[in-house]
């Protein structure tokens, strides 16, 4: 399955207290299929993975780990986001009064009419209000 992946599902595979069934299942789409993601993605993972490290969240070997299973998923970077960034994605962003950066997922979502996964609840609800697919775990079922 391919789909619109977001940080907070990545960065959930991270952490035992984040998973979920819906991670899970976003964990095994995308190692079955690809996840298409906007080209900011893997800068905010380093900016999650760096404030955990500041926080004492993550140790080095565990970003390591983290960082190594990210490498080896079959993710694609979308090249229009940064064209698309002062137009649609700042519409959305607007409209849906979401940051920047989480508008470019929506805008991702949108363009290629691929499922969005995230666990950000403002974004799924943009999402729905837009009317794009929010991937569930049942998609995997």
Same mark, same amino acid.
């Given at each position: 399955m391919r789909l619109i992946l977001d940080t907070s599902i990545a960065i959930s595979w991270c952490f035992s207290d984040e998973? &979920?069934?819906l991670s899970?299942?976003?964990?095994?789409?995308? &190692?079955g299929g690809s996840?298409?993601?906007? &080209?900011?993605f893997r800068l905010e993972l380093a900016?999650?993975?760096?404030?955990?490290?500041r926080t004492k969240r993550l140790i080095g070997s565990q970003a390591e780990h983290?960082?190594?299973?990210i490498d080896e998923l079959p993710f694609e970077v979308d090249e229009a986001?940064?064209?698309?960034?002062?137009?649609?994605?700042?519409t959305l962003a607007r409209k849906h009064r979401l940051t920047s950066y989480d508008a470019a997922y929506l805008e991702l979502a949108i363009r290629t009419r691929?499922?969005?996964a995230t666990t950000d609840k403002a974004l799924a609800k943009a999402a729905v209000?837009?009317?794009t697919m929010v991937f569930s775990a049942a998609d995997i079922g």
């Amino acid at each position: 399955m391919r789909l619109i992946l977001d940080t907070s599902i990545a960065i959930s595979w991270c952490f035992s207290d984040e998973t &979920s069934a819906l991670s899970q299942a976003a964990l095994t789409a995308v &190692s079955g299929g690809s996840a298409l993601v906007p &080209s900011h993605f893997r800068l905010e993972l380093a900016n999650v993975i760096a404030t955990c490290e500041r926080t004492k969240r993550l140790i080095g070997s565990q970003a390591e780990h983290y960082i190594r299973l990210i490498d080896e998923l079959p993710f694609e970077v979308d090249e229009a986001t940064d064209r698309n960034a002062l137009r649609s994605t700042l519409t959305l962003a607007r409209k849906h009064r979401l940051t920047s950066y989480d508008a470019a997922y929506l805008e991702l979502a949108i363009r290629t009419r691929l499922p969005l996964a995230t666990t950000d609840k403002a974004l799924a609800k943009a999402a729905v209000a837009a009317g794009t697919m929010v991937f569930s775990a049942a998609d995997i079922g």
